[in-house]
């Protein structure tokens, strides 16, 4: 009888051994999952980081262009050579005195063609 209760203990073992196995197995996977897809996973980690890269080149974007504003307003607010030049490329404003000859494109691609 002795026998007996140590055989069917030998015998109950492996089938707990395979639940007990099993258990782990999808513990460890759930574990997975979650590392992978979870709201702290590596997939939000590398998007994270991704994000992060994209926001950091539009900032050094941004603040060149601030820079460019910058010296835009230091010529506006002492260069008056500056200040002439816009007004003639922009306004088309000319001095008093000066004569401005137009051109007609038409002329300008014959000249080009020859």
Do not use: C
Not at 8 to 20: D, K, M, Q, S
Not at 57 to 75: G, P, T
Not at 91 to 112: C, F, N, Q, S, W
């Amino acid at each position: 009888m002795g026998n007996n209760v140590g055989a069917e203990r030998e015998a109950g073992l492996p089938g707990r051994n395979n639940l007990l196995t099993l258990v782990l197995l999808a513990l460890i996977l759930l574990m997975a999952v979650y590392a992978v897809f979870g709201d702290r996973g590596v997939l939000r980690i590398v998007q994270a980081q991704r994000q992060q890269h994209e926001l950091q080149r539009r900032l050094e974007k941004m603040e060149a262009q601030q820079q460019e504003l910058r010296l835009e307003i230091e010529r506006l607010n002492n260069d008056r050579d500056y200040w002439e030049q816009l007004a003639r490329t922009r306004l088309g404003m000319v001095r008093e005195g000066e004569l401005i000859y137009l051109v007609p494109a038409e002329t300008l691609k014959e000249r080009g063609d020859k």
